[in-house]
């Protein structure tokens, strides 16, 4: 049994950057990654707001060096780059050197294919090449292959919002238990017309800069983005004497069991997973420095959180908030990306600002950090709350 | 008001796929929502795009569609006086 | 470290598997490539309320998982782990064709909201009002045994004590027609009983759920351990007969001591040959069991499968229409699970009889 589920490296593609020095310089400058969409022909395209990122599918090919007869979707191409990036970070030179498995997460897979070529597929010899992208796994499978990883566990989470939250957590859980050695773990979601109807549909889109916490919270802006890290037990730390860029300390999942899609009014799933991840962390409410909270700038998220947040902590809430405002909602994804500023957080004592909040909420009296705040931190708290109620938390910590 | 409350039923039944209930079995002034017929949250969704698609009404707040919504005597009533199609 | 105990079971296939007083008694035989699940009375599980928005794939696993809860006598459980290759892909189908064939317009929530591969997770945490662990799985034809294995996790490191685990994938008419075209499905049709010697490509396609309650507890109501699950993303063909035998090794286990296997064979000339590796190397002398004959290929037929030796083990009965070999055995106590897709995501499962 690993005692320690270290992190030893990291990558990220979104709005706000396409590696993960670009995504802390955009944090830190208060830098919103949100714009009117370019690359998805959609009629909501000006009622909508997105974290869309800059690079074309073409691009991103290149980048990976790909043949133009290549099937991957977009939710392939973002997650391949972003976990390249992690296992470069961690400074892997054989990925199949100890016991190395995969585990990712998507909510929207090939989709964007899909949509594209729904009946085309039935026509068209040229598209049916993306066929076997239809199941979500297949964007995983690529990843694996891109990394090198062969005869090996690798597995995918879909729990909607929560799903990076999870493979996180699984991840961690391996490497607990030394089934694994070494695991990657992230997810990617691409934007497709399928998600913005989708969420349109709920009515829950807000056609202007998301605003997490603020009374007027008009709705969430939809992103895309994926993000990956490498968890490695206490044997590869030591044997390989690898720097620790911090550790997942704790983890907790629970199922608010309310609604389809809306979080229960006081939050009690997400006040379980808290406990939960505080349970495994061995940590009290009190330990926890700074929360980056799920956040997403719907009505109904933000008041459950936030109520959820006041449960665990009571009168001792730490300085929270929610990167939403910079990067949109990127669903499957957000649990990773979120991580990842997780670590940087801790990386350079830093708490992020809340960006575009104007008017408190009237329900409560907690208010999000503001303004970027440079602060020893020991831990962060992350949240991830997502549809059919899958509430999902984790803990990083400095320390083992 | 009578054929557009007729229609109602039958189109909340359909939309909705409430299998076991008939027209009878829903009167004008019947609570739709909550303990009434049960509708709820996502039910409420439909019958905004029911609105939109059928008599040219476009609801941007979610909240609106709770008092319009009430029963189908207040959704005719609504509707009546606010169709562009 | 706790033990992993198979306690209830709940499958609803291609077959009548629902009644869990019969074991495979009456079969059906398909001639077509593409079969639907026999479907339970619904309505005696769930209310009309509840049911009116679900689609097939839920209310498949809304009702297996309640069919191996009640199997279990068990009304609470610790957790919920779910695993679907294509959740409600029905409701999939419905939103995109309606964003295209609607040009974005006059589109309904339900759909989407059926769309989210963890809604029938998400559906039976609300029936049940259980809010604990909810994880789903979707990573092709391996979905079932990630859930299967995040449940191992779970009870031998004592993070719960009773699961619940399942594996539920519907049919579509849209996917139906794509994997058609590029003959994922037979281009012609077969009588099942001839499925193992098929002389085409692409599988018969099925449907169906097939739920578990797995447990720490031993009690001599159950139906086997699970001693070991392991899941590879690839493997070469020349490679599978010796990781099953470091897999057996790992767990303690001789070849000889497995008294039966069971394979997915699923008549696909292009890719059964991982399966005639196996049946015609190493387990050559080993009674041979198929099943996808019975409940049709799909992302999670391999809960099928273990449902079936679930069943072998726990009434030492093994019904001939799943023997590919005749060993005539007369003690199963150790059973290996082998499963693949299209040469990929590859699954071997290690039970024993309780």
Redesign the interface.
């Known amino acids: 049994m690993s005692k320690g589920v270290a992190i030893t490296g990291m990558g990220v593609v979104s709005a706000i950057g396409n590696n993960v020095a670009e995504n802390y310089q955009s944090l830190i400058n208060s830098n919103k990654g949100i714009s009117k969409i370019s690359k998805i022909d959609?009629?909501?395209k000006n009622d909508i707001m997105v974290g869309e990122i800059a690079s074309t599918n073409s691009e991103l090919e290149q980048q990976l060096g790909l043949s133009t007869d290549n099937n991957y979707s977009r939710t392939a191409l973002l997650g391949a780059i972003a976990a390249k990036q992690a296992v470069q970070n961690a400074q892997i030179t054989n990925i199949n050197s100890y016991k190395t498995g995969?585990i990712s997460s998507?909510?929207v897979?090939g989709?964007d294919m899909?949509?594209t070529y729904?009946?085309d597929?039935?026509e068209n010899k040229s598209s049916?090449k993306y066929?076997?992208g239809?199941?979500?796994?297949?964007s995983?499978?690529k990843i694996?292959?891109q990394l090198g990883?062969?005869?090996?566990?690798?597995?995918?989470?879909?729990?909607?919002c929560s799903s990076a939250a999870?493979a996180i957590m699984?991840g961690a859980?391996?490497i607990?238990?030394g089934?694994l050695d070494r695991v990657i773990v992230g997810g990617a979601d691409c934007l497709c017309?399928?998600t913005i109807?989708?969420f349109?549909?709920?009515m829950i889109l807000s056609d202007t800069y998301n605003t997490p916490f603020d009374e007027n919270r008009k709705g969430l802006n939809l992103g895309e983005a994926a993000a990956f890290l490498v968890l490695e037990s206490d044997k590869v730390i030591s044997e390989e004497k690898k720097e620790v860029l911090a550790y997942v300390k704790g983890y907790g999942?629970?199922?608010?069991?309310?609604?389809?899609?809306a979080s229960s009014e006081n939050g009690?799933?997400a006040t379980?997973a808290m406990q939960k991840a505080l349970k495994v962390a061995n940590y009290t409410a009190k330990d926890i420095d700074y929360i980056n909270a799920h956040g997403t700038a719907t009505g109904n998220n933000d008041l459950s959180e936030g109520r959820a947040i006041l449960r665990v902590f009571e009168d001792n809430v730490p300085d929270f908030s929610s990167t939403k405002a910079y990067t949109g909602h990127t669903l499957a994804a957000a649990g990773a990306i979120e991580a990842v500023y997780a670590v940087l957080a801790l990386q350079n004592n830093i708490i992020y600002p809340n960006l575009n909040f104007k008017t408190q909420m009237k329900e409560f009296d907690i208010t999000p950090q503001l303004e970027l705040k440079e602060k020893e931190l020991q831990t962060v708290l992350s949240n991830s709350l997502?549809?059919?109620?899958?509430c999902s938390t984790l803990i990083f910590s400095k320390e083992q | 008001m009578e054929v557009l409350k007729q229609e109602l039923k039958e189109n909340i039944i359909e939309?909705?796929?409430?299998?076991?209930i008939t027209v009878e079995d829903i009167a004008d002034n019947d609570i739709l929502f909550g303990d009434g017929l049960?509708l709820d949250s996502?039910d409420a969704?439909?019958l905004i795009?029911m609105l939109?698609?059928n008599y040219g009404i476009k609801l941007t707040d979610p909240k609106e569609g709770r008092e319009i919504f009430g029963s189908i005597e207040i959704m005719a009533k609504y509707i009546t006086e606010h169709r562009t199609k | 470290m706790s033990a992993v105990y198979i306690s209830g079971l709940g499958s609803i296939s291609c077959q009548k598997t629902f009644d869990n007083n019969e074991f495979l008694d009456e079969i059906i035989t398909y001639t077509d490539t593409v079969i639907t699940a026999v479907n339970p009375n619904y309505k005696e599980y769930i209310k009309?309320?509840a049911?009116?928005?679900m689609a097939k794939g839920i209310k498949m696993g809304v009702v297996a998982s309640r069919i191996a809860l009640n199997d279990a006598n068990k009304e609470q459980i610790d957790a919920?782990i779910t695993g679907t290759?294509?959740?409600c892909v029905r409701d999939s189908e419905k939103?995109?064709?309606a964003?295209?064939d609607n040009?974005?317009?006059?589109?309904?929530?339900?759909s989407?909201?059926q769309?989210?591969?963890?809604?029938v997770?998400?559906?039976i945490?609300?029936e049940?009002?259980?809010?604990?662990?909810?994880?789903?799985?979707?990573?092709?034809s391996?979905?079932f045994e990630?859930a299967l294995?995040?449940a191992s996790?779970q009870l031998?490191?004592d993070?719960a004590n009773t699961i619940l685990i399942g594996g539920v994938d519907e049919l579509g008419d849209?996917?139906v027609?794509?994997?058609k075209?590029?003959n994922?499905i037979k281009p012609e049709k077969i009588d099942s009983t001839a499925l193992l010697n098929a002389t085409t490509e692409g599988a018969v396609f099925g449907e169906g759920a097939n739920f578990f309650v797995v447990s720490n507890k031993k009690q001599a109501s159950n139906y086997a351990e699970v001693l070991a699950i392991?899941?590879?993303?690839?493997?070469s063909k020349n490679?599978i007969q010796q990781?099953a035998q470091e897999f057996l090794q790992d767990n303690g286990i001789n070849i000889g001591d497995i008294d039966a296997i069971v394979l997915g064979n699923n008549g696909d000339v292009k890719h059964d040959s991982f399966y005639h590796e196996l049946s015609s190397g190493i387990f050559q002398n080993t009674q041979q069991i198929y099943y996808k004959h019975l409940c049709g290929e799909f992302?999670t037929a391999s809960s099928f499968g273990l449902w079936l030796a679930s069943k072998i083990l726990k009434t030492q009965h093994l019904p001939d229409v799943v023997k590919i070999n005749n060993k005539s055995i007369t003690n199963y106590t150790t059973i290996l699970l082998y499963n693949q897709y299209r040469g990929?995501?590859h699954s071997f499962t290690l039970l024993r009889k309780c």
């Open positions: 959609t009629i909501h995969l998507t909510s897979g989709m899909t949509e729904y009946y597929y039935l049916q066929i076997d239809h199941h979500a796994g297949d995983s499978q694996a292959e990883i062969k005869q090996s566990l690798v597995t995918t989470i879909s729990t909607a999870n699984l859980r391996l607990k238990s089934k017309k399928f109807n989708g349109k549909t709920l999942n629970a199922n608010d069991a309310y609604h389809q899609t009690d799933g379980l997502g549809f059919g109620g899958n | 939309q909705l796929n409430l299998e076991d049960g996502i969704l439909e795009v939109d698609k | 009309p309320a049911a009116r928005r919920i290759g294509m959740g939103f995109v064709s964003i295209i040009n974005e317009q006059y589109l309904t929530p339900t989407f909201i769309s989210t591969h963890n809604t997770g998400g559906q945490a609300l049940l009002q259980c809010k604990g662990y909810n994880f789903t799985y979707v990573h092709a391996v979905s990630s294995l995040d996790l031998e490191n993070e849209h996917t027609a794509i994997h075209i590029v994922h392991t899941t590879y993303n690839t493997v490679k990781l992302n990929e995501n």
